[in-house]
T-cell receptor, first 117, second 111 residues
Framework: GAVVSQHPSWVICKSGTSVKIECRSL??????MFWYRQFPKQSLMLMAT?????????EQGVEKDKFLINHASLTLSTLTVTSAHPEDSSFYIC?????????????FGPGTRLTVL | GEDVEQSLFLSVREGDSSVINCTYT??????LYWYKQEPGAGLQLLTY?????DMKQDQRLTVLLNKKDKHLSLRIADTQTGDSAIYFC???FGGGQNFVFGPGTRLSVLP
């Protein structure tokens, strides 16, 4: 089956630094990828839609200057958390849809746990 | 292991009520969620219910939870064509750190 990977799986950083998280579709191309955030013991919340070759679309309340998204190729989207603060500590998950026939099937990455000290 | 099941398809007529059903296996689930996915879009959280509740209503949406039978349902009143989407049921386990999603129910609303 299709696989989506994320790197790194776990990152700890100091407050004020920037962290880049990669999301790759390993055996299919994805013109669109989605970034989610999961706070501890809470649900997944959609942050933004990453579009290959164009600007990302952010959900209401998500700061686009804080969470920079770059969809550099058909298999790679990156999320950069700029000037990270402890409240940015969270679990970040990406997903990529693969079109099969008339339907899209979503494949989720394993997630990246960010801890900001 | 943990498992969440849903029927894959549901068709209703515009104006009717839709009921999407879900069964889960983890009796220690704390929260249960309903997500909506429109074509080409990401998952959007619709509503959730805490496991010690048996009903939650939010405008046209009613969530019913039967914890004994591990059965969750989502009722959409006065279904509109804009409600056509895939609806995912999800449970958390492991102290709320992990998610299990159902396969999704594709709701088609006929005029």
């Amino acid at each position: 089956g299709a696989v989506v990977s994320q790197h790194p799986s776990w990152v700890i950083c100091k407050s004020g630094t920037s962290v880049k998280i990669e999301c790759r579709s390993l055996d299919f191309q994805a013109t669109t990828m989605f970034w989610y955030r999961q706070f501890p013991k809470q649900s997944l919340m959609l942050m933004a839609t990453s579009n290959e070759g164009s600007k990302a679309t952010y959900e209401q309340g998500v700061e686009k200057d804080k969470f920079l998204i770059n969809h550099a190729s058909l298999t790679l989207s990156t999320l950069t958390v700029t000037s990270a603060h402890p409240e940015d500590s969270s679990f970040y998950i990406c997903s990529a849809p693969r079109t099969s026939g008339l339907s899209d099937e979503q494949f989720f990455g394993p997630g990246t746990r960010l801890t900001v000290l | 292991g943990e498992d969440v099941e849903q029927s894959l398809f549901l068709s209703v007529r515009e104006g009717d009520s839709s009921v999407i059903n879900c069964t889960y296996t983890d009796s220690s689930s704390t929260y249960l969620y309903w997500y909506k996915q429109e074509p080409g879009a990401g998952l959007q959280l619709l509503t959730y219910i805490f496991s010690n509740m048996d009903m939650k209503q939010d405008q046209r949406l009613t969530v019913l939870l039967n914890k004994k039978d591990k059965h969750l349902s989502l009722r959409i009143a006065d279904t509109q064509t804009g409600d056509s989407a895939i609806y995912f049921c999800a449970e958390t386990f492991g102290g709320g750190q992990n998610f299990v999603f159902g396969p999704g129910t594709r709701l088609s609303v006929l005029p």
